[in-house]
Nanobody, 114 residues
Framework: QVQLVESGGGLVQPGGSLRLSCQAS????????MGWYRQAPGKQRELVAGLPSGGSANYADSVKGRFTISRDNAKTVYLQMNSLKPEDTAVYYCSILALGRVWWGQGTQVTVSS
């Protein structure tokens, strides 16, 4: 089993920054990919940033140049979000590919508003 715990969401003004963290735990040794998704009210969940194991990060066009995904050890992934816009408001979910399936965190709310 895999558990994912996200943190770092909150309310921020337009132009501000937030850093999301996702800590994975459980009885597994290899993570093949980690990523962040988001879902705004009334919209489908979308990929924000992905980081394959040993590969290069990829980003949604809407966040390129503003968001950065990183990983500091085998089981923690971050999403640095700069120059936030109101349209970035959503629930952000951490996701990993391990043990032959995709695992999801519980989500953390990010609200960008003045």
């Amino acid at each position: 089993q895999v558990q994912l715990v996200e943190s770092g969401g909150g309310l921020v003004q337009p132009g501000g920054s937030l850093r999301l963290s996702c800590q994975a735990s459980g009885s597994f040794s290899g993570i093949y990919a980690m990523g962040w998704y988001r879902q705004a009210p009334g919209k489908q969940r979308e990929l924000v940033a992905g980081l394959p194991s040993g590969g290069s990060a990829n980003y949604a066009d809407s966040v390129k140049g503003r968001f950065t995904i990183s990983r500091d050890n085998a089981k923690t992934v971050y999403l640095q979000m700069n120059s936030l816009k109101p349209e970035d408001t959503a629930v952000y979910y951490c996701s990993i590919l391990a043990l032959g399936r995709v695992w999801w965190g519980q989500g953390t709310q990010v609200t960008v508003s003045s």
